[in-house]
Structures are given as C-alpha cells and as structure tokens.
C-alpha cells in the first residue's frame, strides 16, 4: 500500500461527506433528540433522560409494533430460506420447462414493493378478490384478510415471503451448481439415499448461503414496510404494525420527531445485533467470492 | 430401463406436476392481476374465455393520473442517484484498497455503519437535515441521502484488491497519475462488479418508497411509486383494472429489462449479494 | 437527463435566495400577488377549475393568485409548515378543517376577526351552513373559511330495497329498522351473493363513519376546545354496540374492518345494497351506476344525524396584514354564492352557504340531478368532525380501537374505555396550555 495522506482522502472525500451527513450524523442526532422533549407552548425543548423510551414502552401501539415485527421475522425469514432452498432444489432438477419455473419463482423479486402491494389488495379483496373466490368454492366462506385482526399481519408476511423467496432461490441455485457432479456420481455409486445425500452433503455445503439469506431476510423484516403504508396503515387495531410503520406514523402523521427518534434507536438497536451477529458469530462462516 | 422415450418423458411431466402446481400458485398474483388488466373492467373479476382483450386500462389510467411525469421523476431520480454513487464509490473504493492514510481503518468503519443503517431507517433526522438544506420536495432531495454508498465501496474494493499489483505498479512506472492508474487499470478489470452495483442500485431506487414518500408532496417531484401508491388507494372508490394496468406499467421498464437481460441481473444480484 | 436535473437543483437554489428576499419586497408595496397551497391528488380536473378561478378573480380585481398544488391533505399540511418555517410559505392554503387545533397548537394562523371584519364580511359569515362553521369558529373566533365540504351519506341501492320489498323512496330512519332492513338486504347463501350495508373503519376514515353514527345517537365525541374526547360515555358505547351488531346481531355487514376504497366500488358491482360514504362520491356514483339509487341520512337513535369533513381555507399569521386581507377578500370571492354553486356541481361537494343552493344554476341542477340535492336537506342534522389537537394520532387510536371492537377482539366499552384513557393523557397538557 502507498502512502498518500492527501490523496487518499481527496479520493473518500465525496462519499465520506454524504456517508458521514445521511448515515452516521443522523444517528448521533437521533440518539440525542431521543432523550429530549419539542418544544410546546413557549416553552423550549429540554433534556429529558430516558423519559421518551419511557413513552414508548407505555403506548400499547408500540409494544404491539414491536411484538409484530419479531413474529414478522421469526415467520418471514425461515419460510423465505426454506421456500427458496425448495424452490432452487425444483428448478436445479432436470424438469421440463424448468426456465418458466425460475421465472415465475423470481419475477416477484423485480416488482417494486407498491406495485406487489397492489397486486395482492386485489388478491385479498373480500367478495371478489381471488383468494376470497377460492376460499369460498371450498367452503371455508370469506375471509377478510386485511381488515380482521388476526389474518392481517399473516397476510402481510405472505407478501414478504412471496416477494423475496425468488430472490434467495438464486443465491442457493448457484451454490447447487458449485456443487462438484464428482460428489453426487460416487453418492449414486455408494447408493445413497437421496435424503441421505441432500442431509449430509447438500445441506452443509448450502451453509453459508443459508446464513447470508437468513441475515438480509431478517434485516428486510425490520427495513421494509412500504406494504403496510399502502395497504392498512398498521390496522386494524395495530395488527399490522410494524417498528418503521410506527417510527414514520410517528414522525410523520403525528409530528411527533421525539418519541419517533426513540422509536428509531430501538430499531437501530435491533439492527445493530443483527450486524453483529452476521459479522461476529457468523462472520467466519460466510464465504467470500 | 425398458421404459420407451416416450414414456420415459411422460413420467418426468407427472413427477413435475406438483412443482408445476406450485409454480402456477406462486405466478397467480401477478396472473390475476395480468388478467384484470387487460380485459374490460366488467371482466376485471370474471373469468370468461371469451372475455375480449382491450388496452383501455392503460390508456385510461395513463391519463388518469400525471403517470408521464412520474415516470420522469423516477428515471431522474435513479440515473442521478445511481450515477454519482459509482463515481463516488469507485473513487472511494480505490482509497480504501491501494492507499494508505491516517485515519483510515476509523473512517471506513465509520462508513460501513450504512451496510446495515440505511438512511430510510434514520428518515425522521434525515427529513430535518433535508428540510435545513432547503432540499424538500426537490428529486435531488430524494437521491441524496444515498450518494454515498457504503455497499458500493465494500463491493468495489474487494474486487479492486483482486487486480493484479503489477498491472498497477506497470501503469505507475508509465507515469500515470492515481486518477489515471484508477481509470485505465482498475475500472476496465472492475467492469462486471460495476454493472453490478449499477444494476442493483437501479433495482433499489426505482423501487424505493418511504423515504420518496417522505420527501416528495408534489406531482412534478413525486416518483412511480408514491403515484402508484396515490393512484391505487382513492377516496372514490377503486376501479382494479385501471390500477392493475398502472401497476403492471410502473413496473414495466424494470420487468422488461429483466427479461432481455435475465442473465446479467442474476449475475449482478449474485455478485453483489454474496458479501 | 443532466439539463432537467441542474435546472431543478437551480430551480431550488434560486427558490431558497428568492425566499431570503421576497418578504421585504413583497409586501412593501400593496399586494398584487398571492400563493396559496391546494390538495389535490390526481393532478387534471380539480386543479384547471382552480386555475380557471384564479384567472378570473385577476381580470376581476387585479390580483394574481397563484395555486400551488400540494398533493394530500397531510401534504399540503406538512408542506405550509416547512415553507413557514423556512420563511417563504404561501399566504393561505386549503387545509382540513379538523386540523385547526393543529394548526392553533402551531401558531400558524390568524382568526378572521384578527384580520378586520366589516358589517358585510360578517353577513357573508353568517351565511354558511352552521354544520360547516363546527371547527371553523371556535372561542368565538373564525379561524377559516368554509370551501371544499362535504357529509357523510349513505347511498342506498333502490332497485335491491324493492326486490327485498322495502320501500325504495324511505330510508330507515332509527336504528333497528336500519338493521332489520339490512338484514333483508343480505343475502349470504345464493347468488349472487350480497351484503346489507357496508361502513368504512380503516385508518382515516374510521373515526368520520362513527362520527356520522354517534351523530345519529346525539353525542358529540369531543369539546369545542379540542381538549377533551367522549369516546366511552355510554352514549358513544351504544353506538358502537349498534355498529358491532350490524355484523353481529343482524349478520349484515362484514365482520372486521371494511376499507374506505373499496366501498364505492362494491355498492356499484351490487356486492352491498347500502354504503356509507362521502356527499363528494355523489358524482362517481352517478356516473358509475347501472341501478337507481338515493342519498339519505345514517339512521339515528331515534332522529337520525351525520358528520361533515372536507376542507376550508386558512390564512396565515406569518403574512403581512395587507395579503391577509387580500387573501380575505379572495375566500370571500371564492365562496359567493354563483361561484360555490358552480364549484360544487363540478366537484361534487356540498355547496358552503344557504344562497348558493337558491342560485339559478344550482337549481337547474338539482332539477336534473335530484340527488344532488340531498345534502341540502342533510345539513341541519350534520355535526362536526372528530377534532381535537394531535388529531391524526387521537383520531388513529380511535380507529384502532373500533377496529378490535369490529373484530371481536374487545367488548365496545372495554375498546372505547381504552381510547378514552389514551386520547385524555395525550391531551392532558393541552387543557391548562
């Protein structure tokens, strides 16, 4: 490596300005309008101490956002590394119209979050929407998916599976293909199960693969709520809430920048373990290509 | 093994049918709302073999709401977003690779914090600084944030660590200046990585949502999502064939690219994603 | 791309040095030209009927008003305050009448009286319909002007009432008979299948339809003030009993919570027979129908009422006191009596004062299109909107809680005493302010 003290930071400058402006001083920012309150009536805002965190552990629609996005995820991300693993084992297979296959498994995956969310409004309309149409043909009657309590939050972890599932399936079908033939042709030799192969040798090698999805799914769990904004606002009864939803209807429908900046740190918070965990815990694991 | 060919392809078919099932069950979303689209909305929800095919939809809702522009204001959006975090990144990334200087390995932690706090999460302060600049309802506004890209830098100098030193140190002998050296040797070996990142940011942006949402409150700022999202959640009722077909169309430029370039995105996603 | 990108990043840089400037030079010299904020969604119809006004009112007067198109409602709201704050807004904005308190609690406006009335201005006040002046004059001060108003309707399917042999020309007026009848309307086993009647309670519009409903039951959900709700007295229990039993009792309205966008579309597909919906649909259904259907009010307990919405025109304190008053003279302009008749048969909102209703062309209307008139006969039995400061997030906790009401989650009371309890400690500090 050169030397070069000037140069080199001329070089990071750019990024460096903007990183340091949108990423890192908002945070600082953040974490110190967290502890204070607006200013109300006249009266400048002042240092308040946890008292903010104190709010928002007392607002039952945060508790419930939080609650959410933990089932969210612990729903969404084992269901998307599963279903992908699945999907990259069907169209790995030599079976006919296989590219159609990979197609209709990965088109999801290119569609805007908004435009998903209006496809599956319609999907889930009462009376007329198509699941409504199949649910009553065998007579389970109709469901009102997003306007009941319980189904709502299920039906928005339907439409993060379905959207990003596709996404994984190309990660695992690449490293099915790193696979060397060598190893299944001595298994076929060996008689070997096929069960027994995909858990012995399969699996394994799908180990990092599996923790790189299992990591940005879960990172996706906490980051990406445009679903909820378009479809239900978090309704009904906070049953589809999830933290961003509550941070922006806080920051944003509610003027409410403090306590929405102590939401945001408990997210941050939430974030933070998730990056340890990937690059501590798992950090070996994960391969470098 | 005395099975005929025939037969033989016969039997994959029925050992495919349930992987084919699933395949149609996970392609009826976008079936149905392919269907609604493209039929009279008295068909949006009837399935008839005879219904007739129309493209009112689009038409309709191409002027039903400044879709144009929105397309406008999103193609600005990623091309003046995209364009500056390459330029950025690269530069950064060349830095962080081959140079050495004081503070460094303090600044690009500081950097990567972005891989996993992206500006959308931090929108409320990000909003404030936006406003404070005198940036909001402005499609710069909506690109800012992101112009410098941890994941870009990351990306790119793991890959500019992998050309060869003496193809460097060849171009520094010539007399290259660093902007030189990164020009003529670094970006032409770094091309697959860059389209890359290209494609995967343009994936993002064009898809972004709340952080536009939060900045943009006009028609000649607003991009294709926010517009979708307004034009799909009305007050007086919605009309599905003419959102259906608005959807399908906001969506269009990025499917269709996918389907000419299916090979380069998947590539790109699996460059990019493998970290 | 590059040239359209540098001209908006000029565009704003000259817009921010233009706004250090503009106050002094502006409003040195009488005023002769305005800016307001509008919120209009889906850019065309409604913003060529404003253009077309403002050009009007500059060959009439002289002033240029100039629009700003503002998006939504909140838009337009978070986009006054911005501006202000920055030092370059817009005189006045059209702006949601329940957003006063908010905009009190942020100092941004002035009350008419403030800006100078005359004997005239106050016989032009005096001449809007009292249910629009609920959230307009409050403390005795009238902190906006009545525009874009609309209420809540129900729209009833005619030919359904008279194949369920009810009769088609009188709607329900209380509230068992509201349900029986809608318990007819039902039908859940045949084909096709139908609904009795269908209320919006997703966010947003969930506090207005109980609003309408809690009307109709003689109870206002909360003070003039804004800083006290009365979500669980029993008054307002009942009435959200009644709403759980149209799905409950009467097994004529879906379970759970049904959404505001896809009401209109279901009454006009025939899946539901009644809707509850807003006096601005008036047109789209008219226009979308293929059946004869009427507007009436929601049935009450035992006299029916509704609620009114929409929004009215602010002026802003940060303005100078001649725009103001320009401003003024402008709203007076924009709701005389010819103009407010034409506004309301282009848009479909409830024409603001009583004169507009009598004009020639609002009567040649309602000739043509008797359901237009309705509201008219609605009005004196409308009240006002759920308004109170932090009204986004009281009206939002309300919601939430009708919603676990809706969805069996919580008995009616249990949910309202829990909006009760939340709404009171986010407006306690408002009582003393």
Request: hydrophobic share 50%; glycine share 6%.
């Amino acid at each position: 490596m050169e030397r070069h003290p000037v140069a080199g930071w001329l070089f990071v400058l750019p990024a460096t300005v903007f990183i340091l402006s949108f990423t890192d001083l908002p945070l600082v920012a953040t974490l110190a309008s967290s502890l204070y309150t607006a200013p109300f009536a006249g009266h400048p805002g002042h240092y308040v101490g946890l008292d903010n965190y104190n709010g928002l552990i007392a607002d039952p629609a945060f508790r419930q956002s939080l609650w959410n996005n933990v089932l969210y995820a612990a729903v969404t991300v084992p269901a998307a590394v599963v279903l992908a693993m699945a999907m990259a084992l069907a169209v790995n297979a030599a079976i006919p119209g296989r590219a159609w296959l990979r197609l209709s498994f990965f088109l999801p995956t290119m569609l805007p979050m908004i435009a998903v969310g209006t496809i599956w409004l319609f999907f889930y309309t009462p009376q007329y929407g198509l699941v409504d149409r199949f649910t009553s043909l065998i007579g389970l009657g109709q469901i009102n998916w997003l306007g009941d309590t319980s189904t709502a939050l299920p039906a928005m972890m339907a439409i993060a599976i379905w959207k990003q599932a596709g996404f994984f399936m190309i990660f695992y079908l690449a490293a099915l293909q790193n696979i060397p033939p060598p190893l299944r042709e001595a298994a076929a030799l060996e008689g070997v199960s096929r069960f027994y192969f995909f858990r012995r040798v399969t699996l394994p090698l799908l180990g990092p693969t599996t923790l790189f999805v299992m990591v940005t799914a879960a990172i996706n769990a906490f980051s990406v709520v445009d679903h909820v904004v378009e479809m239900t606002q978090g309704g009904p009864d906070n049953a589809s809430s999830l933290l961003l939803y509550y941070v922006y209807a806080t920051g944003f429908r509610y003027w409410n920048t403090h306590a929405a900046a102590a939401a945001t740190m408990v997210l941050v918070l939430i974030l933070s373990l998730l990056a340890a965990l990937m690059f501590g815990v798992f950090g070996r694991k994960v391969h470098y290509r | 093994m005395s099975a005929t060919p025939a037969l033989r392809t016969i039997g994959r078919w029925i050992s495919a049918s349930p992987i084919w099932a699933f395949g149609l069950l996970w392609g009826l979303p976008l079936l149905y709302a392919v269907w609604s689209a493209v039929h009279p909305p008295a068909y949006s929800t009837e399935f008839a073999l005879n219904a007739p095919l129309t493209a009112a939809n689009f038409v309709d809702s191409w002027n039903a709401a400044p879709f144009a522009r929105y397309f406008l204001n999103t193609t600005f959006l990623v091309l003046f977003t995209v364009a500056f975090q390459i330029v950025f990144a690269t530069m950064a990334a060349f830095a962080f690779a081959r140079l050495r200087f004081p503070g460094q390995n303090f600044l690009f932690a500081l950097l990567l914090l972005q891989l996993m706090i992206s500006p959308s999460i931090l929108l409320v302060w990000n909003y404030r600084e936006i406003s404070w600049l005198g940036l909001a309802n402005t499609i710069p506004a909506m690109g800012i944030p992101y112009l410098g890209s941890a994941f870009g830098i990351f990306l790119l100098r793991q890959n500019f660590r992998t050309v060869p030193k003496e193809l460097d140190d060849a171009a520094r002998l010539e007399g290259c200046s660093l902007p030189a050296r990164l020009w003529k040797v670094y970006i032409p070996l770094s091309r697959g990585t860059l389209i890359a990142f290209a494609l995967t940011s343009i994936s993002y942006h064009w898809n972004d949502f709340l952080w536009p949402l939060v900045v943009s409150d006009s028609v000649t700022t607003r991009p294709l999502t926010v517009g979708l999202e307004i034009f799909a959640t009305p007050d007086q009722g919605v009309q599905w064939s003419l959102v259906t077909a608005a959807t399908l169309m906001s969506s269009a430029p990025l499917l269709i690219a996918f389907l000419i370039f299916q090979r380069q995105f998947v590539q790109s996603f699996l460059r990019a994603g493998i970290r | 791309m590059n040239r359209i990108t540098r001209r908006s990043v000029l565009a704003g840089t000259a817009g921010s040095i233009g706004a250090l400037a503009a106050p002094g030079i502006v409003r040195a010299a009488t005023v002769k030209e305005l800016t307001f904020f509008y919120p209009v969604t889906v850019s065309a119809p409604m913003a060529q009927i404003i253009d077309g006004y403002c050009q009007q009112y500059a060959k009439e007067s002289g002033v240029t008003v100039k629009a700003s198109y503002a998006g939504t409602y909140p838009d337009a709201l978070s986009k006054a305050i911005t501006a202000i704050r920055g030092g370059n807004g817009p005189q006045f904005s059209v702006l949601l009448t329940s957003d006063i308190h908010t905009v009190q609690a942020l100092d941004l406006v002035v009350p008419l009286e403030d800006i100078g009335l005359d004997a005239a201005d106050r016989k032009w006040l005096d001449g809007f319909w009292p249910a629009f002046m609920f959230n307009t004059k409050v403390g005795g001060k009238t902190w906006s002007v009545p525009f874009q108003r609309s209420t809540e309707i129900m729209l009833y399917n005619k030919e359904a009432f008279a194949k369920a042999g009810l009769d088609p020309d009188h709607y329900p007026t209380d509230w068992k008979a509201q349900g029986e009848a809608a318990r007819k309307l039902t039908n859940r086993t045949g084909s096709p299948q139908t609904w009795g009647v269908q209320l919006a309670a997703d966010i947003t519009s969930g506090h207005w339809t109980f609003g309408a409903l809690t009307a109709g039951n003689d109870v206002n959900l909360m003070n003039d003030a804004g800083t006290e709700v009365f979500f669980d007295v029993p008054k307002s229990v009942a009435t959200l009993e009644y709403w759980v039993d149209l799905s409950k009792t009467y097994n004529a309205t879906p379970p759970g919570v049904t959404y505001w966008s896809t009401l209109v579309t279901n009454f006009l597909r025939g899946d539901t027979a009644i809707i509850c919906t807003s006096s601005g649909n008036l047109s789209a259904v008219t226009a979308g129908a293929k059946f004869a259907f009427d507007a009436a009010l929601p049935a009450g307990n035992p006299t029916p009422g509704t609620v009114v919405g929409g929004g009215n025109v602010y002026i802003f304190k940060h303005a100078s006191k001649e725009e103001q008053k320009a401003a003024l003279a402008f709203a007076r302009w924009l709701t005389a009596p010819e103009r407010a008749a034409d506004w309301s048969i282009r848009t479909g909102y409830v024409a603001v004062t009583r004169d507009a209703f009598d004009t020639k062309t609002m009567q040649d209307y309602i000739a043509k299109h008797p359901v237009a008139g309705r509201p008219k006969s609605f009005l004196p039995s409308a009240r006002g909107e759920l308004s109170t400061f932090e009204d986004a997030r009281i009206q939002t906790l309300l919601e939430n809680h009708i919603a676990a009401a809706l969805s069996g989650k919580a008995t009616p009371a249990a949910a309202l005493q829990a909006a009760q309890a939340e709404a009171t400690a986010i407006l306690r500090r408002y009582k003393n302010m």
